[in-house]
T-cell receptor, first 113, second 114 residues
Framework: AQKVTQAQTEISVVEKEDVTLDCVYE???????LFWYKQPPSGELVFLIR????DEQNEISGRYSWNFQKSTSSFNFTITASQVVDSAVYFC??????????WGAGTKLIIKP | DTAVSQTPKYLVTQMGNDKSIKCEQN?????MYWYKQDSKKFLKIMFS???????INETVPNRFSPKSPDKAHLNLHINSLELGDSAVYFC?????????????FGPGTRLTVL
């Protein structure tokens, strides 16, 4: 069965700390895509990154970085030097061979000033 | 220009009423979706349309009926509203069904059933 697990329900850190959000997925497909979305308090869902199953290179975009490890079926997201504006719910999702997005339950990230 | 728009943003209504939520995308995408997000933030796919045809219809009460008059629009009509229908409903679109491109989301419609 396809499944995405975000075991951390809520994380709270002080501004400028680094924080890693975990995402573990299950799939039998050999071709699949993984996504991260951000949902700030304003409520909209914002796309952050897409990674396909054949590309295990890590990705860095400013203070954001993603670590994709097929061996552990994980696609973790790290924010370096966190800022209050990073406070949001972050979702990991898996797009399978049926083209459906399977969502994790989300991790609520609170950055305290 | 908003890529995916939904109206209304807020909808408060009484149990038993019928209501509609409209969605439009100006991205030229072929595929559109409706999601329901409950109070615990859990996102669940409800429907998916590709070129105006229903592709995915998850286990959703038949009180919910999507309508796609054209590729750019996917409206959601809900009959006989119940308390449990209270949630945020998101419309989304992606370029093609057989594509792994990201989905673009509308701002959401917060439905409150009293």
């Amino acid at each position: 069965a396809q499944k995405v697990t975000q075991a951390q329900t809520e994380i709270s850190v002080v501004e400028k700390e680094d924080v890693t959000l975990d995402c573990v997925y299950e799939t039998r497909d050999t071709t699949y895509y993984l996504f991260w979305y951000k949902q700030p308090p304003s409520g909209e869902l914002v796309f952050l990154i897409r990674r396909n199953s054949f590309d295990e290179q890590n990705e860095i975009s400013g203070r954001y970085s993603w670590n994709f490890q097929k061996s552990t079926s994980s696609f973790n997201f790290t924010i370096t030097a966190s800022q209050v504006v990073d406070s949001a719910v972050y979702f990991c999702a898996l797009r399978d061979s049926n083209y459906q997005l399977i969502w994790g339950a989300g991790t609520k990230l609170i950055i305290k000033p | 220009d908003t890529a995916v728009s939904q109206t209304p943003k807020y909808l408060v209504t009484q149990m038993g009423n019928d209501k509609s939520i409209k969605c439009e995308q100006n991205l030229g995408h072929d595929t559109m979706y409706w999601y329901k997000q409950d109070s615990k933030k859990f996102l669940k796919i409800m429907f998916s349309y590709n070129n105006k045809e229903l592709i995915i219809n998850e286990t959703v009460p038949n009180r919910f009926s999507p309508k796609s008059p054209d590729k750019a629009h996917l409206n959601l009509h809900i009959n006989s509203l119940e308390l449990g229908d209270s949630a945020v409903y998101f419309c989304a679109s992606s370029s093609r069904l057989a594509s792994y491109n990201e989905q673009f989301f509308g701002p959401g419609t917060r439905l409150t059933v009293l």
